[in-house]
């Protein structure tokens, strides 16, 4: 079992190696690692972010572990150039469509969401996200108008079996969940959206079990810090599911405890904190790794089947928070290292 391991720009490679211990820790002989470049550091190396190299090893693996990518002195590159091209990238080129972002309340942690407690302790729900269309794959640019003024333009855009295998991701989800699903869109303004919601219910006929409801993302926003106990699975575009989700780890605690596992059809698949580089942290030592090793146990349970493994991790996170181990994202004074030695002590 190969695993191509990516760590990537600023607080990539911190919260990486820690993942990367907890995997070694399990001791499983058949686990091979192997590293690739990516991001503002493979440019700097190769003169790509997603250099040809990068790309066979992760052709060659059964899944990917990745840290983040994304460096500000990268901002004058061209876009093609621009270390998130990384891994806007390899979700395309792997087609990887089905992005799984689980938010819970680990026990302990409820009193340090943004939410009341009562309100954050049922939070227990999945955001399934399209991964390869939208305004992010969309044509795009900055045009000179004819008279004189710049206009930036992105457009976004869905073809109907882009949105019906995505459908039926959330609807396959929900049915292993609590059967209920919740399309998150923006039917009332965007055609995009409209063909969306006709989509969703098309495939929902094949799916009677699973109760289905419409959500426009302005009020999913709102109700997901109002009442998120109400939603269980979420289905959405890349765009919205992208800010919706940044927006439930507040829900949860901190950014620095969501996983997700970003996957095509089969078991291949791409596992990744939600988080970016973050530039703000990168080099201190500070960044909660929990994320991260939180994707590693996803990506053993989804691309490897070794489920007693991927709850050991799951487990392990669960007990070091319980212990009161917490980084600064938490209010706690962990450090990555010392987050990782909590968990690794535990398995
Ligand atoms: N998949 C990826 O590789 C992603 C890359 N990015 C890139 O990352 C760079 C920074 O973007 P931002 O908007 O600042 O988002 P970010 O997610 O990197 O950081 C946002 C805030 O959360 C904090 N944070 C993030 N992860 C944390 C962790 N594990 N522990 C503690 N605190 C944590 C940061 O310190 C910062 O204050 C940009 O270049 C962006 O394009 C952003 C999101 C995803
Ligand atoms: C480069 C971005 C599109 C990555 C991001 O924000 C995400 O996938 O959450
Ligand atoms: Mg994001």
Not at 92 to 115: M, Q, S
Not at 121 to 143: A, C, H, M, Q, T
Request: aromatic share 6%; net charge negative; charged share 25%.
């Amino acid at each position: 079992m190969r695993i191509a391991v990516f760590a990537g720009d600023g607080i990539g490679p911190e919260v990486t190696e820690q993942a990367v211990r907890v995997l070694e820790k399990l001791g499983l002989d058949s686990l091979e690692l192997v590293e690739g470049d990516v991001g503002g550091m493979a440019y700097r190396k190769h003169g790509h972010p997603l250099p040809p190299q990068t790309l066979e090893t992760a052709r060659s693996a059964d899944a990917i572990l990745f840290g983040a990518v994304g460096d500000f002195s990268c901002d004058h590159l061209e876009r093609h150039l621009r270390p998130e091209q990384a891994i806007l990238g390899l979700r395309k080129e792997l087609g990887l469509f089905a992005n799984l972002r689980p938010a819970r309340v680990f026990p302990g942690l409820e009193e340090l969401t943004t939410l009341r407690e009562e309100v954050a302790r049922e939070i227990d729900l999945l955001i399934v996200r399209e991964l390869n269309g939208d305004v992010y794959f969309g044509e795009k640019g900055i045009r000179t108008l004819p008279d004189g003024r710049r206009q930036g333009w992105d457009m976004m855009s869905y073809a109907e079996d882009e949105v019906r295998r995505i459908a039926h991701s959330g609807f396959t989800a929900a049915m292993g969940r609590s059967k209920k699903l919740c399309s998150v869109d923006k039917a009332n303004v965007l055609e995009t959206s409209q063909l969306w919601r006709d989509v969703v219910i098309e495939v929902s006929k094949e799916y009677p079990e699973v109760e289905l409801s419409h959500m426009y993302v302005d009020n999913a926003a709102m109700q997901l810090v109002k009442n998120p106990g109400q939603f269980d699975v979420i289905v959405t575009g890349n765009l919205f599911g992208d800010i919706l989700s940044d927006q439930a780890s507040m829900c949860v605690g901190s950014i620095g405890l969501l996983a997700s596992a970003s996957l095509a059809e089969g078991t291949y698949g791409l596992y990744e904190p939600i988080h970016g580089s973050a530039p703000d942290i990168a080099g201190k030592g500070l960044a909660n790794p929990m994320a991260t090793i939180l994707s590693a146990a996803m990506l053993l349970r989804h691309s490897l089947g070794l489920e007693e493994q991927a709850v050991r991790i799951e487990n392990a996170v669960a007990g070091a928070l319980s212990a009161g181990v917490k980084g600064g994202d938490l209010g706690g004074s962990a450090g990555t290292r010392q987050i990782g030695d909590a968990v690794v002590e535990r398995l």
